[in-house]
C-alpha cells in the first residue's frame, strides 16, 4: 500500500492542482497539445526509420535463405 501511495499522490497532485495552474498560465492553451504531437510525431517517425530498417534486413536475410535452396 506504501509503494502505491508514493506513486498515486504524486500524480494526483499534479493532475488536480498542477496541471489546472499551467493551463492558466499558458497564453494559448492550444499550444501544449501542439507541442506534444509534435514530439510524439518525430518519435513515430524515428520508430518507423529504425522498423524499416529491421524489415529491409528481414527480407534481404529471407531472399538468402530461399533462394539459396532453389539453386
Do not use: C, E, N
Not at 9 to 25: H, I
Amino acid at each position: 500500500a506504501t509503494v502505491w501511495a508514493a506513486a498515486a499522490l504524486p500524480m494526483g497532485l499534479l493532475a488536480w492542482v498542477v496541471a489546472p495552474w499551467l493551463a492558466d498560465r499558458l497564453d494559448a492553451p492550444s499550444q501544449l497539445p501542439k507541442a506534444l504531437t509534435k514530439r510524439y510525431r518525430s518519435a513515430l517517425i524515428g520508430i518507423a526509420v529504425h522498423s524499416a530498417q529491421s524489415v529491409v534486413f528481414l527480407a534481404l536475410a529471407l531472399a538468402l535463405v530461399l533462394g539459396h535452396g532453389t539453386r
